[in-house]
């Protein structure tokens, strides 16, 4: 069974910064592209950043210039950077894995169960 495991959450003041982890766990051969999406309450989930196995990223236009994502193939883990965190950054984030091999099956995708971020004075 693959899990996605994160951590590195908690509570920053505005203009802090915090680095997310997410690490997938199981026999893992494999994961071709890992991620972090958002959740504030009452909005829907959304994309925050991608990155592919080639290292390919995408972001959203609120984090960019402030967010980095980044992946350790060899690790299976994926890091999300964050800078300049405000208000509207208060969120639970979600790692997720996109085709993710095992010597038995593919996964389409797999979420990790969030981690809380809370930007507030």
């Known amino acids: 069974q693959v899990q996605l495991v994160e951590s590195g959450g908690g509570l920053v003041q505005p203009g802090g910064s915090l680095t997310l982890s997410c690490a997938a766990s199981g026999s893992v051969l494999s994961i071709d592209a890992m991620g972090w999406y958002r959740q504030a309450p009452g909005k829907q989930r959304e994309l925050v950043a991608v990155i592919s196995s080639g290292g390919d990223t995408n972001y959203a236009d609120s984090v960019k210039g402030r967010f980095t994502i980044s992946r350790d193939i060899a690790k299976k883990t994926v890091l999300l950077q964050m800078n300049s965190l405000n208000a509207e950054d208060t969120a639970v984030y979600y790692c997720?894995?996109?085709?993710?091999?095992?010597?038995?099956?593919?996964?389409?995708?797999?979420w990790g169960q969030g981690t809380l971020v809370t930007v507030s004075s």
């Open positions: 997720n894995a996109a085709r993710v091999w095992t010597r038995s099956k593919l996964y389409l995708e797999i």
